[in-house]
């Protein structure tokens, strides 16, 4: 009874036959490479479509086209649902695909219009073609939570630099420092290094000679040391990757090298049961020829 309740939970559990056939084409070579050339000329065609010249060149074709080929892409996403069923949405990337080619689907008018201007999104599709790319979003995806913890130690700084800048030369300088919000872009300003010197300092300077003890210190701390950071978190997350790749493979090599080394010794116990079969015909051999010699 045991065997036939699992025989039956087996049957249920069986991929139908039309399924495995349906992921076999989704995850074809020719599938995966003709809907990445479809992504990338949607990318080229939404960026032709900002032009005017171009609008007037195509007309309404330009719009036919584009209903093409988000027609295609939802042809994608049902064939793919039914491939691999619920766990097509366990993929992030996939995810991301249905959102913004949803974004495609919004009416032309209205403020969800400017959401369809989202939908040229998805030509970072092709970043998971690639597996350099592959990995570098990867790494980003990984440096995201030591990320955010220095961003937080940024917006710390910023506050601190803010508040001391607004109450130092916010009477003398109200455009740039009149209050929390402006001296919080004049901080931006001066950390990107975008006319820092001759822009906001040396003007301030003149007025306030001893302002560099607050701009020299912000500089180095924003964009020299925190920077800093958010390059080390990438390295590191990039390092992390490709040694768990190399790990990866190490393990394969260990496993593959495993199973030969049992594949040769059972092999070698084989020819080591077949040498002492042979010992053992030999020497009744060797009896019976005795033993006819004694009769």
């Given amino acids: 009874m045991q065997k036939v309740k699992q025989s039956a939970r087996r049957r249920s559990t069986r991929i139908p036959a039309w399924r495995l056939t349906l992921r076999r084409i989704v995850r074809s070579d020719a599938f995966q490479y003709t809907f990445l050339f479809l992504i990338i000329v ?8 900002t032009s005017p010249s171009v609008r007037r060149i195509t007309g309404d074709g330009q719009v036919i086209f584009d209903d093409v080929i988000i027609g ?8 793919k649902i039914m491939a691999f069923g619920v766990r097509f949405f366990k993929s992030w990337w996939n995810i991301f695909d249905i959102s913004v080619v949803s974004f495609s689907l919004l009416p032309q008018s209205g403020y969800l219009s400017v959401l369809r201007a989202l939908r040229v999104m998805r030509a970072m599709r092709v970043l998971s073609f690639l597996p350099q790319y592959r990995q570098v ?39 740039w420092f009149g209050d929390i919000g402006r001296s919080l872009y004049s901080l931006f300003q001066i950390m990107t290094l975008e006319s820092w010197s001759m822009g906001i300092v040396r003007p301030v300077m003149k007025i306030y000679p001893y302002a560099w003890a607050l701009f020299i210190p912000f500089i180095f701390l924003t964009a020299f040391a925190v920077l800093n950071l958010f390059i080390g978190l990438i390295v590191s997350s990039m390092q992390g990757i490709y040694q768990e790749e190399h790990s990866e493979d190490v393990e394969r090599l260990r496993l ?15 020819a080591q049961l077949q040498v002492i079969k042979t010992l053992e015909r030999l020497e009744e051999q060797v009896e019976n020829n005795k033993r006819d010699r004694d009769e």
């Fill in 256 to 270: 593959l090298v495993s199973a030969e080394n049992r594949a040769i010794a059972h092999q070698l116990e084989a």
């Fill in 137 to 175: 979003m990867q790494a980003l995806l990984d440096a995201l939570p030591g990320m955010f913890s220095v961003m937080i130690v940024l917006a710390l700084i910023y506050y601190v630099f803010a508040v001391m800048a607004t109450g130092l030369f916010g009477a003398s300088f109200p455009d």
């Fill in 72 to 79: 295609l892409f939802i042809l994608e996403f049902v064939l």
């Fill in 42 to 49: 949607n990318a080229i065609s939404l960026g032709l479509a």
